[in-house]
């Protein structure tokens, strides 16, 4: 069985104020949150195999600081993590050889995460579930087959939770 967390960026610049928002940062309260909530997952005993991210700069920065407290040595970026669409990481995830922690972190956006979570978990989007900033979501994927309605959703956390 793999572990799969879903968590979104930390708290990043105004929406609309960066000429192009592929390139909107984490704030400097963003990036303290989510040091810290990375340093409580590390607390609780997370270890990932993997941290896959999407490209743009606030998911980028948020992997960063994960792997920077610990949480993962390998980091890859992958471009469908900003387009939300979840078919690639479907068609990526069956190569995927994991480690000794069976555990894979992805770090993106809303609501694209959430949706990625509905859809594992029941097969559809209900919008029944929200990833606030720096939140994080974890999923048990079935060892075989398709994880689209055939996972179990069971950590969804807002990051006050985390925070210490």
Known sequence: MIELYLVRHGLAGEFGTYTNDDERPLTEDGKKKTRSVAKRLIDLGL???LILTSPLVRARQTADILVDVGLSSQLQE???????????WLDWLPDWTPG???????VGHEPSLSTWAELLAWGEVRGAVELKKAGVIGLSLPETGSPIGRSTLFWLTPPRFLLS
């Open 100 to 106: 000794s922690q069976e555990c894979l972190a992805l």
């Open 78 to 88: 992958a471009s469908y993590l900003a387009s939300g669409i979840i078919t690639p």
């Open 47 to 49: 270890q990932f195999d």
